[in-house]
T-cell receptor, first 115, second 113 residues
């Protein structure tokens, strides 16, 4: 069974640029969630995708957007990068969307640095 | 709204001694609660979860947690710490309806030889 994978591992961008992060969900999972983890803090929920539709969103501006593909892999896009966007971006997949027993399995993350 | 508070930002123990990481929760519904561990430069790994079955939950690597509704707590324990337990630990709450997992700020566990 293949776990959740993310690419790239590290990324350096400058303010104002755009970035795309990628995530492959665990085999058999149809739901992908994205989180932002700033240094020294817990992860913050960005949004979730279920069967190619956005299924919920945290308190992040519209310049954070996403996609989910038919194979359930996903992308996180961030436009007009700001310095505060520097963080570890985590992707998690699960198979029981939005239920109380939904267990999310996390990838290793992408470290984004904005200069 | 649901939230968790991890009462200690840093806990230091000696190898072979017990571990206690404290978490209090707030939830409008009967909550689902999780503990995740994050080793340096690694993703989050699920340790255990509570979903309204048994109040004492056993997880991986000898960890367990007890759900106490009267105290709104979900503390994580381990009888004997190992050097490999050194990591960041996160308490997480989910509501009955929804897809938003709320993480605590984390507790860094240091294990001294």
């Amino acid at each position: 069974e293949t776990g959740v994978t993310q690419s790239p591992t590290h990324l350096i961008k400058t303010r104002g640029q755009q970035v795309t992060l990628r995530c492959s969900s665990q085999s058999g999972h149809n739901t992908v969630s994205w989180y932002q983890q700033a240094l020294g803090q817990g992860p913050q929920f960005i949004f979730q995708y279920y069967r190619e539709e956005e299924n919920g969103r945290g308190n992040f501006p519209p310049r954070f957007s996403g996609l989910q593909f038919p194979n359930y892999s996903s992308e996180l896009n961030v436009n007009a990068l700001e310095l505060d966007d520097s963080a570890l971006y985590l992707c998690a997949s699960s198979s029981q969307r939005g239920t109380s027993t939904d267990t999310q399995y996390f990838g290793p993350g992408t470290r984004l640095t904005v200069l | 709204a649901q939230s968790v508070t991890q009462l200690d930002s840093h806990v230091s123990v000696s190898e072979g001694t017990p571990v206690l990481l404290r978490c209090n929760y707030s939830s409008s519904y009967s909550p689902s609660l999780f503990w995740y561990v994050q080793h340096p430069n690694k993703g989050l790994q699920l340790l255990l979860k509570y979903t309204s079955a048994a109040t004492l939950v056993k997880g991986i690597n000898g960890f367990e947690a007890e759900f106490k509704k009267s105290e709104t707590s979900f503390h994580l324990t381990k009888p004997s710490a190992h050097m490999s337990d050194a990591a960041e630990y996160f308490c997480v709450v989910r509501g009955w309806v929804g897809n938003d997992m709320r993480f605590g700020a984390g507790t860094r566990l240091t294990v001294k030889p």
